[in-house]
């Protein structure tokens, strides 16, 4: 440290120096720190697109089944045959129809076969239904 004695003025020779050191290594750790952040971020962002994409197919392929599922419904319902209540529809993301439950008769599961084979988009009707003459 260096005063000098002329008046009240005060010189920190090492001080300045230091304050400049102590600038460029604040600068330089905020410049690292940005880049860690932004390739951290960038990554966390790719997972994320990627990841958009996929649950945008998934959602895309379960409203495509759930409407095929319920267009089937609602033509057994317009059918007003009483043993089709009991028939449970569910559709893959391929478009192939699963037909299970009871039916009282076997012309009234048959006739649920047809209505799912002339529906849009279905691809394959499989059918478990059994037929049961009373419950």
Not at 7 to 18: D, E, Q, R, Y
Not at 19 to 41: D, N, P, S
Not at 50 to 62: G, I, P, Q
Not at 87 to 105: F, M
């Amino acid at each position: 440290m260096c005063t000098s004695t002329n008046g009240p003025k005060v010189i920190f020779a090492g001080s300045l120096k230091t304050g400049q050191q102590y600038g460029k290594t604040m600068k330089t750790r905020f410049a690292i720190t940005c880049v860690a952040c932004g390739t951290l971020l960038g990554s966390a962002v790719a997972m994320a697109a990627d990841d958009s994409t996929s649950d945008t197919s998934r959602a895309l392929v379960f409203v495509k089944d759930s409407a095929i599922t319920t267009e089937i419904k609602t033509k057994l319902a317009a059918e007003h045959i009483t043993s089709l209540e009991r028939i449970h529809v569910e559709t893959d993301r391929d478009g192939i129809v699963w037909l299970s439950g009871s039916a009282r008769t076997q012309k009234a599961a048959d006739k649920a076969v047809s209505i799912a084979r002339e529906t849009e988009r279905v691809k394959a009707v499989h059918s478990d239904i059994t037929v049961k003459s009373a419950d």
